[in-house]
């Protein structure tokens, strides 16, 4: 019976783990846990507030709560692009924050076990590589997994940055 | 020791039932060493609640607390039997206070999860000490009256039959017990053994015993016996006694008498003590559930909107609707009354707080204050109370720290040596001000001046300064013109946590002094931090809200009125008043077409006396929204002021709210 019960809690934990939404910007594929997304809905009108970086698009309203949207091409220094029927908002909740992710489109959830994961390339040039926590191999292509934690927490040290 | 979350609901109520005890248990304390003596209710509700603490501390196995509040109790179950002529209040007070910041700290432990592991035992001794020494002061109970004991020896001969003559034996034992000390009897063992029966009727049962009762009485308690067929009653002297006496000696608790109320000139001098608890009915909600139903009422509101405004309906001339749906508002507007004052709470709690403090401090500085408190019936929102405790407490302990004199500097310059503090709430239009005043020394200018010169803090030349802006500079973070720290101030922080804490819930502080005169900090808090009456207004394709409290008119302007000064700010003369013209488009850098003043139009809009006019495209209406705050990573960035937040309107969009303060202060 407790065999049962541990399996059971494995099976739980094993629909999260290992599970990486994938979404196009430009042609590169990226990957998100899956256990921090919240939900996933199509472009809406955006609240724009002023004197914000230029990749906080602004907030929107969902359901009552207002979320912070960042677009995600002008935070990786890309060209800005027309957002169209595709472009998708990937919400995310990381420790209780939430803030929606402006994505040319979504592709699909992928299961990328451990062992096809690996570390980035050590290069401290780059902008994106600070927020690629590892590169994991599906095939014959590569998805490019975001860490969600520096997207957010990064900024400060950049504005300061800027700043100077 | 119990290390359970507080998700435990019974552990929840333990922490707060102990919390309200305690502080209740306070107040009782520093009323009754107000005046100097504990009256007999005080002694009461003190029991009891030490009594409640320590078995529901016990029940949650906290064998800490629950000590301490034993040997309290102990001190006041003494006091209450014996209410002993002399008794030290302030010492008292002291120790007993001692064990109330015990058993707090502890429950705080508890409440962050952390072990119960606080070491009482220096305490517990003193407190047994203290009552020992009571107790050796005033022999227990017999001082009271000089008792003449008499010593008796009595035979029971019970009836033949009656059975049980052990047990009755006994019954005869327990009576005797009230009234005479120094009880013996043969045979002993009337309990367990079954041949004491035996012995009872062939010899009758033998007692020996010592009492101030009178020998008639005596015998007719005895012939109150069940079954007694004869009784020999017999007076001795203490002698005789010493002889009958059997090895088995009932030793007997000192049983404590009741004095009489000649002793009892203590109460004529304490006024009967109004318990403070209330008889209301009261039930203790969580916090989260009233959370919600704000959330939910604030949605309806907005819902209420949606429906009644909804574009389907523009131009329809429907007067039965209109009619419902005013009424429909009507209600709506009273639920949301009465939601917002449910999670209102007087401030009694928090300022009576602070007569501990007061006193505490008083004691250790060695000064005489007063301490007064006015408007304390005032309410605020849940959330605001929690922020102002800590805030209070730092103004008042800078009061006494800071401001109110040593006596011999007070007498010496012509004040009372008795220095006054007084705390005020009151309402004032949408805000609460909390008022600390003192009669002290004032603030110091030229002292504030040089200590903001040396930190670096003086964001203008001194001579621009106003004497309130001086006052203000206090509030800076690091200021303190405290040459050396002490345990109660000068390092610089108390102020900066005012701030901080007030400003969390979008209040203000300013200082006003008078050289020698004393000092006055005020506190303004808004009061509904949910929902306010806005203005809608549009710039471009963005809409903004304006709280309606802080407009005073609205017009198209004349483009002759417009001038611009030196420095290219723009101002509108206004009934022989200048204004300054604030552009929103630009200042938010919304694209809009309507750049030229008259094709627009100027809302006049003051905050704290200031007054701006901000040039917007047109008003689109006045609507009852629902705030809500910036979300977090938002308001990480915010540098510049000007937003207070976000609603939204009836058709689902957003609109952000303007913060007519900020945008002021971004003018100057």
């Known amino acids: ?164 | 020791m119990s290390n359970e979350y507080s998700n435990d609901p019974i552990l929840d109520m333990f922490l707060f039932e102990t919390t309200q005890l305690i502080e209740q248990f306070e107040q009782s304390i520093l009323a009754s060493e107000k005046t100097s003596c504990f009256t007999s209710e005080a002694i009461n509700e003190i029991f009891r609640i030490m009594h409640t603490i320590k078995g529901s501390s016990a029940m949650m196995m906290f064998d800490g607390i629950s000590a301490i509040a034993h040997s309290i109790e102990d001190i006041f179950y003494y006091l209450r039997e014996e209410n002993p002529n002399h008794i030290d209040c302030s010492a008292l007070s002291d120790l007993v206070l001692e064990g109330a910041d015990f058993i707090k700290d502890e429950v705080d432990k508890i409440k962050n999860g952390n072990n119960t592991d606080g070491n009482a035992d220096e305490l517990l001794n003193s407190i047994k000490g203290f009552l020992s020494d009571l107790k050796g002061g005033n022999p227990a109970g017999k001082s009271t009256k000089a008792r003449k004991l008499n010593a008796f020896k009595a035979v029971i001969y019970f009836e033949e039959g009656c059975e049980m003559e052990n047990i009755r034996a006994y019954s005869v034992i327990h009576k005797l017990k009230s009234m005479a000390d120094d009880l013996s009897y043969i045979p002993e063992n009337i309990i367990d053994d079954d041949s004491s029966v035996d012995v009872i009727r062939r010899d009758g049962f033998k007692l020996f015993f010592k009492t101030d009762c009178s020998r008639e009485k005596t015998q007719e308690l005895l012939m109150q016996t069940v079954f007694l067929k004869d009784l020999e009653l017999e007076q001795l002297n203490d002698v005789d006694l010493k002889q009958f006496n059997g090895p088995q000696q009932v030793v007997e608790e000192e049983t404590p008498q009741y004095v009489h109320n000649d002793n009892r000139s203590h109460d004529e001098k304490g006024s009967p003590h109004d318990s403070a608890s209330a008889k209301q009915s009261i039930i203790s909600v969580n916090v989260d559930k009233l959370d919600k139903l704000m959330d939910l009422v604030g949605e309806m509101v907005i819902s209420e909107a949606m429906v009644v405004q909804n574009p389907d309906l523009k131009g329809l001339e429907l007067d039965n609707f209109q009619r419902a749906a005013r009424q429909l508002h009507k209600i709506t507007s009273e639920l949301q009354d009465i939601v917002m004052s449910i999670r209102m709470v007087p401030l009694s709690a928090t300022f009576l707080k602070m007569h501990r403090i007061v006193r505490d401090m008083c004691k250790k500085l060695d000064k005489k204050v007063e301490f007064k408190i006015i408007g304390e019936e005032t309410e605020v929102d849940k959330n605001v109370i929690e922020h102002i405790s800590d805030p209070l407490m730092h103004l008042v302990r800078n009061a006494l720290d800071h401001g109110i004199e040593s006596n011999e500097e007070r007498l010496s310059k012509g004040k009372p040596d008795t220095g006054n503090i007084i705390i005020e709430a009151k309402n004032a239009g949408s805000d609460v001000l909390i008022i600390v005043k003192d009669d002290g020394r004032g603030l110091n200018k030229e002292k504030i001046l040089r200590k903001a010169k040396e930190n670096g803090l003086l964001y203008k030349s001194e001579e621009e300064m106003s004497d309130n802006e001086i006052y203000n500079l206090i509030f800076m973070p690091g200021f303190s013109t405290k040459e050396s720290v002490t345990e109660f101030s000068g390092r610089g922080v108390g102020m900066d946590v005012v701030i901080k804490n007030i400003e969390t819930i979008g209040g203000a502080v300013s200082a006003a002094s008078m050289p020698d005169m004393g000092s006055t900090i005020t506190m303004k808090i808004p009061l509904t931090l949910a929902i306010i009456d806005g203005m809608n207004i549009k710039v471009g394709s963005s809409c903004f809200t304006i709280p309606t409290v802080n407009i005073r008119e609205s017009f198209r302007p004349n483009e002759n009125d417009i001038f611009t000064d030196t420095e290219g700010n723009e101002m509108i003369m206004v009934r022989g008043q200048c204004y300054p013209i604030l552009r929103l488009y630009k200042l938010f850098n919304v694209n809009t077409h309507i750049t030229n003043p008259s094709d627009g139009i100027l809302i006049m809009t003051e905050q704290d006396d200031k007054t701006i006019c901000i040039f917007v495209d047109e008003q689109l209406g006045q609507q009852q929204v629902v705030v809500k705050a910036l979300p977090e990573y938002i308001r990480r960035f915010k540098k510049t002021k000007g937003l207070a937040g976000c609603t939204l309107l009836g058709d689902g969009s957003i609109s952000l709210i303007l913060d007519i303060a900020g945008l002021i202060g971004l003018r100057e």
């Open chain 1, 1 to 164: 019976m407790a065999e049962i019960i541990e399996n059971y809690a494995e099976m739980e934990e094993d629909t999260l783990k290992d599970r990486y939404l994938t979404f196009l910007i430009e042609k590169e594929s990226y990957g998100i846990e899956v256990r921090y997304i919240t939900e996933i809905i199509g472009i809406q009108p955006i609240t724009k507030i002023p004197e914000l970086p230029e990749y906080v698009k602004g907030i929107i309203n969902l359901r009552g709560k207002i979320i912070p949207v960042m677009d995600v091409r002008l935070r990786f220094k890309k060209e800005p692009r027309e957002y169209n029927d595709r472009t998708c908002i990937v919400v995310v909740d990381i420790s209780d924050v939430s803030i929606g992710l402006i994505v040319d489109s979504v592709s699909e959830v992928l299961t990328i076990p451990e062992q096809d994961i690996v570390d980035p390339p050590s290069m401290n040039r780059g902008f994106n590589n600070r927020y690629i926590k590892k590169i994991g191999k599906v095939g014959n292509e590569v998805k490019l997994l975001l860490d969600c934690g520096k997207l957010l927490t990064e900024d400060e040290l950049e504005i300061i940055n800027d700043a100077i």
